[in-house]
């Protein structure tokens, strides 16, 4: 069952034509490689698929729902089962590890502080950053933020991830951990989209690729099928032939 | 190639200035709009408008304060030794009563407000949307207007009355103060001249227009924060039309709330 699906997605900002026609799907529990140069707008795909961008025409459905020209009040539910890792980790600056954390858990559901305390520690734990529950971010490093911005996306236990380049600029311990974070939340069930420059990560994580180019999808296909096809676009992506 | 002279190239300028006026007239209406319909709507942030009170408010008192004692001295002394000559010493109690109550309270406090809050709600709103905060607060499933926007435009609109109400009661001070050092004047004669003088209308008009002035200098300072786009430079640009914006909003706007006012006086 497809859990995603964006049909004949277009996209411009101003005169700048973003997307002409994008479309592909993704089934449920799968994790999805999102690639392409830079500038390809991958993250307006993510962005457009929580309702941060709005698409100009065709269809985005998550869950046979078409979420296209939902409202902001509309967009809350489907906002609660989607999860948003943003590429930075977007902490909240003034709020602390456990107030961040507790953001969502707080707005969306009845438990009192104590159980969100109890929630926030066990997730805390799981992610190895239980000593930093009281820190700021500013206090944290990158490695940290984008592992709290994931812990924080997670909360209310989503059917869906969307990252948003989560190893960017990481050293390999910290590249090591968010890939094992990403294939402890597959292992659950949880469909997902990687975008993604970072291609060994990719390749460990993602089920499937598709690749992003002049505005369209010019391919989709299995991970170790693309891989071992030597003129892939993936493979010629790889090796820094195209961009 | 011909070259553009003043009668080709302020039409332009002048059009695309009217444009953006009125781009950024309707952002700000459309974000009143906003603000209207979702604070009908649960949750209320309560915690975050007590916050805002604080940052608001009571951290703006110290500035509040110096500017009200300085305004009234300054204004006691320029009416003391310019009516000297006339004999009209006795006058200058209600003269710096009547105007700080009706004009230099709420004007000069709510420009000290759009310097130091305006300028900080735009940064604080501009750095929030570069750092993808503001995106992070709608994924997550909450409005940004709820936690950003309703708790600054009340605070705003709680706290500038009262910090006015300050500003009269410190600029009066003021005066009364240099009455006494330096123009001779008797401490409770200028205090009971002030009392009997100012009627309840001279509080109502500057607490009236307070009101007005805090959404001059909130709803721009939140519009130009939420808009910027691209990076760090824009938080900057934000900041300085907010202010700008402001604070023209309020000088501009005093006008038209005076002579309003007036009519009000007249009716009653």
Known sequence: MDVIQIKNFKKSFGTNLVHDGVTFDVKKGECLGLVGGSGAGKSVILRSLIGLEQADSGSILINSVDITHMSEKELVEIRKKIA???????????????????????????????????????????????????????????????????????????????????????????TIKIQELILRMKSKGVTSILVTHDMPTGIAVCDRFVFLQNKVISEDGQTEELLNKPDSLINQFIKGQIV | MKSKTWTTTIPDDFKKSFEAFLIHLGGCGLLIKKFFSEIRTKPFYFSLLVEQIYLIGVKSLPLIIITALSTGMVMALQ???????????????????????????????????????????????????????????????????????????????????????????????????????????????????????????????????SVFFAIFIVVPACYFGLNVKNGTKEVGLATTKAVVTGSLLILIGDFFLSKLFWIFDKWM
Not at chain 1, 95 to 107: E, G, K, P, Q
Not at chain 1, 138 to 153: F, H, N, V
Not at chain 2, 150 to 176: F, T, Y
């Open chain 2, 79 to 209: 009416y003391g030794f310019g009516l000297e000559k006339f004999g009209g010493k006795p006058y200058v109690p209600r003269l710096v009563a009547s105007t700080i109550l009706r004009e230099m309270g709420p004007v000069f406090t709510s420009l000290m407000l759009a310097a130091r809050v305006g300028a900080g709600i735009a940064s604080e709103i501009g750095s929030m949307v570069v750092t993808q905060q503001i995106d992070a607060i709608r994924a997550l499933g909450t409005s940004p207007i709820k936690r950003i926007v309703i708790p600054r435009v009340l605070a705003c609109l709680i706290s500038l009355p009262i910090l006015v109400a300050i500003c009269d009661v410190v600029g009066n001070l003021g005066g009364l103060i240099v009455g006494y050092y330096e123009l001779g004047l008797d401490p409770q004669f200028y205090l009971r001249r002030v009392l009997d003088t100012s009627n309840i209308q001279d509080y109502a008009v500057g607490l009236g227009k």
């Open chain 1, 84 to 174: 948003y890792v943003f590429q930075n980790g977007a902490l909240f600056d003034s709020m602390t590890v456990f107030d961040n954390l507790a953001y969502s858990l707080r707005a969306h559901t009845q438990l009192n502080e104590s159980q969100i305390d109890d929630r926030i520690s066990v997730q805390l734990d799981e992610f190895g950053l239980l000593s930093a529950k009281l820190l700021y971010p500013s206090e944290l490093s990158g490695g940290m933020q984008k592992r709290i911005g994931l812990a924080r996306a997670i909360m209310l236990g989503p059917d869906i991830i969307l990252y948003d380049e989560p190893t960017a600029g990481l050293d390999p311990y910290n």
